[in-house]
């Protein structure tokens, strides 16, 4: 079945980066995408970046893809006390329409 | 960015009585809505695919006749946990899909449910 892995914990100093690690074992995703859960709320969308892409930067966002070996990352810039939150990565097949498969989160602590 | 919102927040009800929770596109048509629960501390697992006007679509394991869902417009989805036991205490969260921008999926604040 698919799976989809991420360490559970990062701590990282304010104004450091933050690197948040994802990996996946269904070779035929579409999609990759990262959301950010803070206490009791739902899912933001923070990005996502098509499987034939190996790179995309939004602002203080960069994701990595690496295909081949079905490994993604998230590298926050500059991680401010309101970047603490956990961290899923999410793979679909064929798009948004389809269902997602999420990881496990990674919680990340951003300590002053 | 589209919205998604979920009603109620927060729910305490007695065990063996039904609850209904109900996830609203604010400001798109949503074709397509899924039903998630998130157990403390861990991940989001699928529930069910839910199409305006069909039947949902269950995952394995989940219970269709426990967690009756109905999508009967474009801009709404309802989940109704029914006879609920203390184990069906778990976060719930929907999403939905416009069928536009076919690669976003955007999703509710999500609902606490606790059976007592």
């Known amino acids: 079945g698919e799976d989809v892995e991420q360490s559970l914990f990062l701590s990282v100093r304010e104004g450091d980066s933050s690197v948040i690690n994802c990996t996946y074992t269904?070779?035929?995703?579409?999609?990759l995408y990262w959301y950010k859960q803070e206490p009791g709320a739902g899912l933001q969308l923070l990005t996502y970046?098509?499987?034939?892409?190996d790179m995309k930067q939004d602002q203080r966002l960069t994701v990595l893809l690496n295909k081949k070996d079905k490994h993604l990352s998230l590298r926050i810039a500059d991680t401010q006390t309101g970047d603490s939150a956990i961290y899923f990565c999410?793979?679909?097949?064929?798009?948004?329409?389809?269902?997602?498969?999420f990881g496990t989160g990674t919680q990340l602590k951003v300590e002053l | 960015g589209a919205v998604v919102s979920q009603h109620p927040s927060r729910v305490i009800c007695k065990s063996g009585t039904s609850v209904k929770i109900e996830c609203r596109s604010l400001?798109?048509?949503?074709?397509?809505m899924f039903w998630y629960r998130q157990f403390p501390k861990q991940s989001l697992m699928l529930m069910a695919t839910s199409n305006e006007g069909s039947k949902a679509t269950y995952e394995q394991g989940v219970e269709k006749d426990k967690f009756l869902i109905n999508h009967a417009s474009l801009t709404l989805s309802t989940l109704t946990v029914t006879s609920a036991h203390p184990e069906d205490s778990s976060f719930y969260i929907c999403?939905?899909?416009?069928?536009?921008?076919?690669?976003?999926?955007?999703f509710g604040s999500g609902t606490q449910l606790s059976v007592l």
């Open positions: 400001d798109f048509q949503a074709t397509t």
């Open positions: 269904d070779s035929s995703s579409t999609y």
């Open positions: 999410a793979e679909s097949r064929g798009g948004g329409g389809n269902k997602l498969t």
């Open positions: 999403s939905a899909n416009s069928g536009v921008s076919n690669e976003k999926l955007f």
């Open positions: 970046i098509f499987s034939n892409m």
